[in-house]
């Protein structure tokens, strides 16, 4: 299971709001259930607050390092994006985030359309 948003704009990633959730989330990691991305990791590391601070202590245990089934994949998904009719800048926007990660750590766990990578 994917956690956390990979934006830093306080309303989907706010610590303080509902700290059960955190909790829960320390339970099922050490329980094995629910992980989520070195990128997404780094991405909440890179402010200066609580939440920081709390995915800086988790360490690749929660936040998991690409594998390299993962990154021999992400030229699919960059291949597709590129085909689509998105604007440069928000193709770029997304390359360069978690999101990119995320989505195919995502598709993988997913059917496939005949669409999509």
Known sequence: MQTCSSKRSGATTAFDFCPAFWDWLDRQQAAGTVFSIEKVGDELKAG????SAWASLRGSAFFLPPNDRLLASLAAVAEWVRDQSYRPGAIGAFLENADYYLWRCARRTV??????P
Request: glycine share 0%; proline share 10%.
């Open 48 to 51: 200066d607050d609580e939440l």
């Open 111 to 116: 059917p496939r359309s005949t669409t999509s």
